[in-house]
């Protein structure tokens, strides 16, 4: 069982990175449908590329972690304080999200930090399946 979640997260992590790749591929397509279109369009496509960063950004982290660690169970071990992380911080962020009466000076930047976090969760979630449908 040494490296039955190595093999599986990594194939995983190399599907999750084309998805991502195309979906920012065709969002770049879309690019001068969306700049000539209503703002709410624009609005939306910055939280889709924001969302699609934090996907990307998972991917690299979780990448890293499975090239760093040669068994399972340090991946699993790293893998899990890397999610916990994120999980914290998007539990905060989500909490931050819904506080918020009226839009601050700074809401661009929450909002796109949530989008990030949203991308990454998903991630890792998938990985999470993942591992668990490797352990049993």
Partial sequence: ???HIHS?????????????KYELSELNQSKQLVLNGPDNKLIKRGLDI?????????????DSILKNDSDD???????TEFST???KS???SAAKFKS?????????????HHYSLMGQKLIIDTV???????TF
Avoid: R, W
Wanted: glycine share 2%.
């Fill in 1 to 3: 069982m040494t490296n």
């Fill in 8 to 20: 599986a997260v990594a194939s995983q992590l190399y599907d999750l990175f084309d998805d991502t």
């Fill in 50 to 62: 924001s969302y699609l960063q934090g996907q990307k950004k998972a991917i690299d982290a979780i």
């Fill in 73 to 79: 169970a340090a991946f699993k071990l790293n893998f």
């Fill in 85 to 87: 992380q994120v999980i």
């Fill in 90 to 92: 998007f539990e905060s």
């Fill in 100 to 112: 918020l009466a009226l839009p601050t000076e700074d809401y661009d930047v929450v909002l796109a």
């Fill in 128 to 134: 999470h399946t993942t591992i668990l449908n490797q």
